[in-house]
């Protein structure tokens, strides 16, 4: 009986831990809403570790433009509360070793969403950014519909619960949403658009928890950005083309939204003279000739003319083809699917040698499905690119293939909901 009470007082003590643990992670959270000056330091320590990994506290000092014993004091505090830990000496040749300090994975977990039009992908990542669950392609018809809402925040729900975490410790889901996002209001404009409320706010109170949303395309940007092919570059876009076409643009390291967060509607730029009613309502978008679903609409215009295709006889069945299948079949050598392909990259490129002579970006990703069609898709941009940009300006411009490939989505929505919580 004695054994039993000292265990029940134990659970009690631990119980208490956990919920005072929680509520001073909470309680730093309301700080920084409210705009402490102490919590917005703190906040700007946090975005470093993000960004920089760990570090001692003498960079950090100079980094922040702050004292030695002020970064201490901070530093301090934020090791007690358990959003910092002590990784121990930094080994360096002769000297006093200084201490190395970082984020302490276990002080909150993020949960990105990814939503695709066949399925969804939801991941979840620890303070420190490591992917500790990751769920791809869970059975999801998309439809921009009450009931298409409701099944999405029913998928995640059940991914949750699964979940073998504190609950209490998830500090902020963020959701992938083609089109129109304005992610500082948490508006969508192009999807679940059902309400006067922001779409962040419906879904925050569907879930239970804290819930921003950003644009898909933006996303993968910022997956690349922070854990792909990005290797200190600052100034980048990204190319997502995937069954639409959009792009990710980051200035001087940060993530370029514009006024309202519509940046990157590249897709609807009107280039081409045609009669083909974009799904925006417009004629003639680059969409209509670059993109996935212009891939799917030639290459069923061109089988039913008469070419040949290893996909000519899925082509004739009732059940819609899927643009995986098509990609699928130019990976193994398809004739026509490859030759679509190619004639969508020449296109593609001819408008990419726009933005370089613009922007004069460092790095240029090609991303989105149509990405893992691998040489098929970028010797063609490659090519049209330098012949249609200036010399002086492609020449500083990398063109690479995305390498976080259909992971770039998830790992975007992962690593937005960990620093909407923290950046500026």
């Given at each position: 009986m004695q054994n039993e009470t000292k265990y029940l007082k134990y659970l009690y003590i631990c119980s208490a831990l956990t919920t005072n643990m929680a509520y001073m992670?909470?309680?730093?959270?309301?700080?920084?809403?409210?705009?402490?000056?102490?919590?917005?330091?703190?906040?700007?320590?946090?975005?470093?570790?993000?960004?920089?990994?760990?570090?001692?506290?003498?960079?950090?000092?100079?980094?922040?433009?702050?004292?030695?014993?002020?970064?201490?004091?901070?530093?301090?505090?934020?090791?007690?509360?358990?959003?910092?830990?002590?990784?121990g000496k930094l080994e360096t040749s002769g000297g006093r070793h200084p201490n190395l300090y970082g984020l302490n994975p276990e002080s909150g977990y993020f949960i990105?969403?990814?939503?695709?039009?066949?399925?969804?992908?939801?991941?979840?990542?620890?303070?420190?950014?490591?992917?500790?669950?990751?769920?791809?392609?869970?059975?999801?018809?998309?439809?921009n519909s009450i009931e298409g809402l409701n099944e999405l925040c029913k998928l995640i729900a059940n991914f949750i619960k699964k979940l073998n975490i504190n609950k209490e410790k998830i500090l902020n889901i963020n959701v992938n949403?083609?089109?129109?996002?304005?992610?500082?209001?948490?508006?969508?404009?192009?999807?679940?658009?059902?309400?006067?409320?922001?779409?962040?706010?419906?879904?925050?109170?569907?879930l239970g928890y804290k819930?921003?949303?950003?644009?898909?395309?933006?996303?993968?940007?910022?997956?690349?950005?922070?854990?792909?092919?990005?290797?200190?570059e600052k100034n980048i876009i990204f190319v997502n083309v995937s069954w639409g076409l959009g792009i990710g643009i980051i200035i001087d390291g940060r993530i370029y939204t514009g006024k309202s967060g519509f940046s990157g509607e590249?897709?609807?730029?009107?280039?081409?003279?045609?009669?083909?009613?974009?799904?925006?309502g417009k004629k003639g978008c680059i969409e209509t000739e670059a993109s996935g679903s212009a891939l799917h609409r030639i290459l069923l215009e061109r089988i039913r003319n008469g070419e040949n295709s290893i996909l000519s006889d899925r082509i004739s069945s009732e059940d819609p083809i899927t643009l995986d299948e098509i990609i699928a079949a130019v990976n193994k050598e398809d004739v026509l699917c490859i030759e679509i392909v190619e004639e969508i990259g020449q296109k593609l490129g001819k408008q990419i040698a726009g933005l370089i002579n613009i922007f004069n970006p460092e790095l240029v990703i090609i991303g989105g499905?149509?990405?893992?069609?691998?040489?098929?898709?970028?010797?063609?941009?490659?090519?049209?690119?330098?012949?249609?940009?200036?010399?002086?300006?492609?020449?500083?411009?990398?063109?690479?293939?995305?390498?976080?490939?259909d992971k770039a989505g998830i790992v975007g929505a992962c690593m937005l909901a960990r620093s909407r919580m923290f950046e500026d």
């Open positions: 992670k909470h309680n730093l959270l309301k700080e920084i809403e409210m705009g402490s000056k102490n919590a917005l330091v703190k906040k700007r320590i946090i975005t470093h570790y993000i960004y920089n990994g760990s570090s001692t506290i003498t960079d950090l000092s100079k980094e922040m433009d702050l004292s030695v014993p002020t970064v201490t004091k901070f530093i301090d505090e934020m090791c007690e509360d358990g959003y910092i830990n002590d990784y990105g969403v990814d939503i695709k039009k066949f399925a969804i992908n939801i991941g979840l990542i620890n303070f420190k950014g490591d992917m500790m669950e990751l769920k791809m392609n869970i059975p999801y018809q998309f439809e949403v083609s089109g129109r996002v304005n992610p500082e209001s948490g508006y969508s404009f192009s999807q679940f658009n059902f309400e006067e409320r922001p779409l962040a706010d419906v879904l925050t109170e569907k819930v921003t949303i950003d644009n898909d395309t933006r996303a993968m940007t910022y997956g690349e950005y922070m854990q792909g092919c990005v290797k200190g590249f897709g609807h730029v009107s280039a081409y003279e045609n009669e083909i009613i974009c799904h925006c499905t149509l990405s893992l069609t691998g040489d098929y898709i970028t010797q063609p941009i490659k090519t049209a690119i330098r012949k249609y940009s200036l010399n002086l300006v492609n020449k500083d411009s990398v063109i690479l293939t995305s390498k976080l490939k």
